[in-house]
Nanobody, 126 residues
Framework: QVELVESGGGSVQAGGSLRLSCAAS????????MGWFRQAPGKEREFVAA????????YYADSVKGRFTISRDNDKPTVILEMNGLKPEDTAVYSC???????????????????WGHGTQVTVSS
């Protein structure tokens, strides 16, 4: 069993920065990926970014490219999401996920992830 523990988040003004961290209590096996999804009130859950351990590949939603950076914490099963240039439309509950998406083309599909964190609120004011 893998438990994901998120930290970070909070409230900032537009243009500000926040850092989210997600640590897995148990190490997922094999070629897994860890990533972030977000859901704003009244909207569908959407992919934000992911990191694949197999090839150390990073993947981003178009809406966050150039502003957000996902990385791993050395050799730990932990991913960090650095969020810069935050916009009010980034306001959402951000949830960490871990699992085995079948390939880069499916990295953004929630169905490929088995374990989910409880979520952390990110609020960006204008």
């Amino acid at each position: 069993q893998v438990e994901l523990v998120e930290s970070g988040g909070g409230s900032v003004q537009a243009g500000g920065s926040l850092r989210l961290s997600c640590a897995a209590s148990g190490r997922p096996f094999g070629e897994y990926a860890m990533g972030w999804f977000r859901q704003a009130p009244g909207k569908e859950r959407e992919f934000v970014a992911a990191f694949r351990w197999r090839d150390r590949g990073t993947y981003y939603a178009d809406s966050v490219k150039g502003r957000f950076t996902i990385s791993r914490d050395n050799d730990k099963p932990t991913v960090i999401l650095e969020m810069n240039g935050l916009k009010p439309e980034d306001t959402a509950v951000y949830s960490c996920a871990a699992g085995y998406p079948p390939g880069p083309l499916r990295i953004s599909y929630p169905a490929g992830y088995i374990y989910w964190g409880h979520g952390t609120q990110v609020t960006v004011s204008s």
